[in-house]
C-alpha cells in the first residue's frame, strides 16, 4: 500500500474517532481503548476494543472472553497485553463468569483477586453467579466481559476511600434489577453514605439493532417507559440510565459513550456475528 494512502488513512480514523466528551480515545501500540474522565479520584475506568491482539477469525483480535471457543493461550496472551499496559498481571484482573443474573459481589479479600483470571472453572469461585462486582481494595483490576449487553461502571467516593462496581446489563440483568443491585452493593461495601456517584455507560448494542418480539418489547416499556422502546427495539442504555437515576446517580453524573456495537466493526456482536469474541470493562482503584 503506498505510504501516503496509508498516512491519509490513519488520519481519517483519527477524526472519525474524535473523543466524545467525558470520554476519550487512546491508542497504545495497536491497542485502542476509550476511557472515561470523569470518574472519581483515583479510579481508572477502560473499554477495550477489538484492536491490538492476537486472536484470529471469528475472535480477531483483543478477544477477552474464555469461554468463546477461542484458543486458551490467545486469550491469556491478550490480557497479558492489555494488563502490561497498565502494569498488571492478567492473574490479577478479577473475571468472574457471568450468567445474566441480578447478582452483584464484593471483591474484599486479597485471596480472591485474580477469581476467573486463568479461565478455568472453579467449584469454589467465591464469584458464581456474579453480574457485577464491586470493590473498594487498591490495585485490584475488575473485568466483566460484552458482546451486546450494557457494560455499567459506577464511581463512587466515602469516608475519604473510593469505591468502583462494574456491572453487566443485558436485557435479562436490567429487567430483574442488576444495576440497582450494583448502587446498593456500592452503598454495602462503604457501610456509610456515597458522595460523587458517578456512572459510565460504555459500548453496547443501541436501540438502531436490538429488535425483540412484541411480547419482549411491551414487557420492557412496562418496566422502563415507553421511551426505553422505539417499536420492537429496546434501549438498553436508557434502561440503565433510569435504573442508575433511580438508585441515586444524578441525572447529569450518568454519562453515555454513544456506540452501538453492531453497528460498529471495532467492536464485538453477538447480535451481529454469532461466535465472535468479547471486548471488557476494566476499571480498578490506584
Ligand atoms: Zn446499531
Known sequence: MPALFVVMN??????????????????????????????VKGVRVYFTTRSGGVSEHPYRSLNLG?????????????RELLGGHFGFPPERLTSPRQRHSDVVRELGREQDVGDGADGRESAFSPFDPCDGLVTSMERAPLLLLFADCVPVV???RSGGRSLVAVIHAGRAGLVAGVVANGVRRLRETAAAEL???????GPSIGPCCYEVDAAAASAFAARFGSEAVQGRNLDLRL??????????????DVH??????????DFYSYRRDGVTGRQGALAWIE
Request: glycine letters at 6%; aromatic letters at 8%.
Open 239 to 252: 434502561a440503565a440510565r433510569r435504573e442508575l437515576e433511580r438508585a441515586g446517580v444524578g441525572a447529569g
Open 10 to 39: 490513519d488520519l481519517l480514523k483519527k477524526y472519525l474517532n474524535l473523543d466524545r466528551d467525558p470520554f476519550h480515545r487512546e491508542e497504545w501500540g495497536h491497542i485502542d481503548l476509550w476511557e472515561f474522565d470523569r470518574a
Open 154 to 156: 459506577v464511581t463512587a
Open 66 to 78: 474464555f469461554h468463546v471457543g477461542d484458543a486458551r493461550e490467545r486469550v491469556i496472551r491478550n
Open 256 to 265: 453515555l459513550l454513544d456506540i452501538c456495537t453492531a453497528c460498529d466493526q
Open 195 to 201: 458522595e460523587k456517584l458517578t456512572a459510565a455507560i
